[in-house]
């Protein structure tokens, strides 16, 4: 059964990233083989979100270590639910998506330190490879800093050519480094400027989904990179847990079961009331 779940998702996604203007195709993810923390599998008890969305489960684990305000940020935001329902308001091709703003417009954002913002933390151990969980930093006036909102790197496997890996050699990233980059693509200029606190382990076909969905065009016919109405993706919770964490089947018993006993609650305040 669960098999065949997998296959109809796979399939449904493949069909969502070939339709509409035809522009945007799901890559093809070969499997990176590298020592780099971000591409070895996570370690029973690391601390990791998983994204249930209106296009499938995300999973990544999450690195306290390298960068423990947007960690501890992210985490306590997400244990109070102030992700649950939101949306992901850019979905930018072979770039990146995001979310994380509870306006859904892109100019809002919080954070669990009465909405001040956090500095920058560029670990040399993370990079911006696809699949990268990053903070995305508000701007504006005398306000830098990061806030609510984060990204999915949803760079291509070849985006990172010959010429950049030459310049990141220059630059003293390790041979190591450089051919994750090669292998998996990536933004490599942003990675002393934004903060990496996560990485996809799971799911990174339905980010790559969420990069393919048709957006919204201004008046002069430029991509604004919001997805249109009919392909908003929500997300409708994020789980803060330990590695493996719970089955997609016992996240969903433990989503209705908690939904029962908020009715059941509603109803017994709905009688002493009365």
């Not at 990233?173 to 450089?178: G, L």
């Given at each position: 059964?669960?098999?065949?779940?997998?296959?109809?998702?796979?399939?449904?996604?493949?069909?969502l990233c070939g339709c509409g203007s035809g522009k945007k195709t799901a890559p093809d993810r070969a499997e990176v083989t590298s020592e780099e923390r971000q591409f070895t599998a996570p370690a029973d008890g690391d601390l990791i979100a998983i994204f249930t969305t209106n296009l499938g489960e995300v999973r990544a684990v999450l690195y306290p270590d390298a960068a423990p305000m947007a960690v501890y940020n992210f985490v306590g935001l997400a244990r109070t639910g102030y992700y649950d329902g939101t949306t992901?308001?850019?979905s930018q091709y072979g770039f990146a998506v995001q979310g994380g703003d509870a306006t859904g417009t892109g100019t809002?954002?919080?954070?669990i330190w009465s909405n001040n913002p956090y500095p920058l933390e560029a670990d040399a151990s993370l990079k911006h490879y696809a699949g990268a969980l990053c903070a995305a930093f508000a701007t504006g006036g005398d306000v830098t800093g990061g806030n609510s909102q984060f990204y999915f790197v949803t760079a291509l496997p070849d985006s990172v050519d010959q010429t950049q890996q030459?310049?990141?050699a220059q630059n003293g990233?390790?041979?190591?480094?450089?051919a994750a980059y090669a292998a998996a693509g990536g933004l490599p200029y942003l990675d002393n400027t934004d903060t990496v606190f996560g990485q996809v382990y799971e799911g990174m076909d339905v980010v790559d989904a969420m990069a393919c969905v048709e957006t919204q065009k201004d008046e002069e016919d430029n991509d604004t990179w919001r997805p249109t109405e009919e392909d908003t993706i929500t997300i409708e919770s994020v789980t803060i847990t330990t590695y493996p964490g719970p089955t997609s089947e016992e996240l969903a018993a433990q989503s209705e079961s908690s939904a029962e006993s908020t009715a059941e609650s509603d109803s017994t305040e709905s009688e002493a009331v009365g």
């Open positions: 059964m669960k098999k065949t779940v997998c296959v109809a998702l796979a399939l449904s996604l493949a069909l992901i308001w850019r809002g954002g919080s954070t030459d310049q990141l990233y390790s041979e190591s480094q450089i």
